[in-house]
């Protein structure tokens, strides 16, 4: 089983990823339910803004990846209590595949799981999470229960997650929840996937 | 397999209800798959702002049929663009599942699959899914690829559901694969069930 | 000048409402400014479900009072990561006010001015803000920059507002200048009118 | 008094943009009230993901047209029911006015108002206004009633804003009640600013 984690921070490489350092907790704990982990740093990549999976970028290599990865996690920031435009943009390429069919006639999307997973200096995870997993169900992903972890510390502008140790163990646990539901809920679709 | 269906319209019996009717063809579709499906109208019944299970009221009921089904559907129109008053109160009081667990040790909305149905006379169904299934994913719920249809018609104030054909075939159409989809993950998860 | 605060809350009197706590701290500092403020618990009156103002119970004495403030302030607490059920059937009433016009043939709603206050125990202040605003606005009320203060502590289940004190020199301080720029904007509204 | 209206489509010069031609309602209608409009298209211009003013790019321009006009309209898609990821990277870099002060000491967004129009070929567009207003209201900008306009036709996927006339004078008749509301907002804003 193979999952493709799409950090979604508005800092290029080399500079430190609150969001980066949160998602390879669930990276890890994938790991230890047997799946091979990718992740993809994607603000590091020329991705043109539209709603075309071949548009002679970057994107068609994350399409691959995609198309070859049961488990999909989508990490954020939050800016003005919001998804990062790269989560965005992310989302509006992956708009495309609403018309892909696999050989079975289906949107290439069913029968994958996604979750969510989020950082900010404030306040707006969950606002986040229903975002992007109400993309993610439009375009046919289906998600967990349960299938996101998130850090964050309000109220008003307070420390980066790496900052402070204040709520990590939480963070840290949920992550591993969320890593269990999404290797179960692939497993399942995978054993007995939606019938053509 | 059993499903129930919670209309959350404003409007008490027996006035029409244009949610209850598109939610109609969802459980529809839900018999043709074998479901068992069960239909409640919320604001027929003494719901109390809360966010406890036993407030003394009719939501009891509805608590314990929720244990009982595996497949739930939220039907809600559009106010002011977002979920109604009452699709909101349900998701208040459903918010004690998250510390309900089962003999497994688990929160009781594993292994169950939800879907949203939307109707409105202008704008504002993917917001209302985005919202509704966000707060079910949180509580345990697993919400299948496209498990939502809806009806409205824009730009604007304009007709209501049961006052025109406009769309009518694109959202029964949308119903099919909807509950196509909340039986297939059910059924996955049934046999392959979340581990403990 | 006028102000009414509308506490969402979700607990009936003589409970403690955090939210109610937090929103007095806005009427304190629009007493200094020298409005006249109103506040009312609205789940300890009879607001029956609908999008019409005179439903028999006790909303039209809401209504009234309405339209004598230049400022509203909706208080809602955060379930769920949405505003509350009680602060959604608020706006489900004012609905109605979208189609009430003044003497000058004009929405009721507009030259008055609303802010939102926001409490919870974990996250989602700012998706709830921009949902009372985002219905507010449609309805004609215009929304001062910054007129908003929230109170919560993530990530996952935190103390309540009244349990802790941390944030509260943050909160208190944007509470005041949330009633500073309702006051403000409500003056120059008063003085400099839409045009009719 | 000046306007600045930042098209948020992602089709680059030339294609031509539905969001551009419904927001050119609302320019006219500005000049109407005797307001210089200056319209962007931010896609054709190099806007780093970030959230600081000067990144070396052609925010910069932005940034300066911001602050020479009273008035800001934000136009956007609606893809995946939520704004364009150009329209977030516009708020992401506004980010940065948070902490921008002008010679009063106030957030450089006070006494400006802002409004937004959106476009799309299904659903979703009172989320995109609220999604955006909200974020606009946090840094300082106030939002009269009803500074909106939009287009869709839904349910479900349908023509292009620029393919029918379904819709088009309602929201014509909306885009100069946006205007309208705007403009006098602004000049009450003008005549009788927030006092430092």
Same mark, same amino acid.
Not at 136 to 157: E, F, K
């Given at each position: 089983m193979r999952a493709l984690i799409l950090n979604c921070t508005l800092k290029k490489s080399p500079a430190p990823s609150n969001t980066g350092k949160l998602a390879g907790l669930v990276a890890d704990a994938l790991r230890e339910h047997g799946v091979t982990v990718e992740s993809t740093r994607v603000v590091d990549q020329r991705i043109e803004p539209g709603v075309e999976t071949d548009m002679g970028d970057d994107w068609t290599a994350i399409h691959d990846e995609l198309l070859s990865s049961e488990i999909l996690v989508i990490a954020s920031p939050t800016w003005l209590g919001r998804p990062s435009s790269v989560a965005q943009r992310v989302l509006e390429r992956m708009d495309a595949m609403l018309s892909e069919t696999d050989e079975a006639d289906q949107p290439v999307a069913y029968n994958r799981v996604a979750g969510v997973v989020v950082t900010g200096n404030e306040d707006g995870a969950h606002h986040v999470i229903s975002? +992007? %997993?109400? *993309?993610? =169900? !439009? +375009?046919? $992903?289906? =998600?967990? @229960?349960?299938?996101?972890? $998130?850090?964050?510390? @309000?109220?008003?502008?307070?420390?980066? $997650?790496?900052?402070? !140790? &204040? *709520? &990590?163990?939480?963070? %840290?646990?949920t992550a591993k929840t969320m890593a269990a539901n999404l290797h179960a809920v692939a497993t399942a679709l995978t054993r007995q996937p939606i019938p053509a």
């Open positions: 975002e +992007i %997993a109400g *993309g993610l =169900i !439009d +375009i046919g $992903y289906t =998600i967990p @229960g349960q299938a996101w972890t $998130y850090w964050n510390m @309000g109220p008003g502008p307070g420390p980066d $997650y790496s900052d402070t !140790d &204040h *709520g &990590h163990e939480w963070s %840290a646990k």
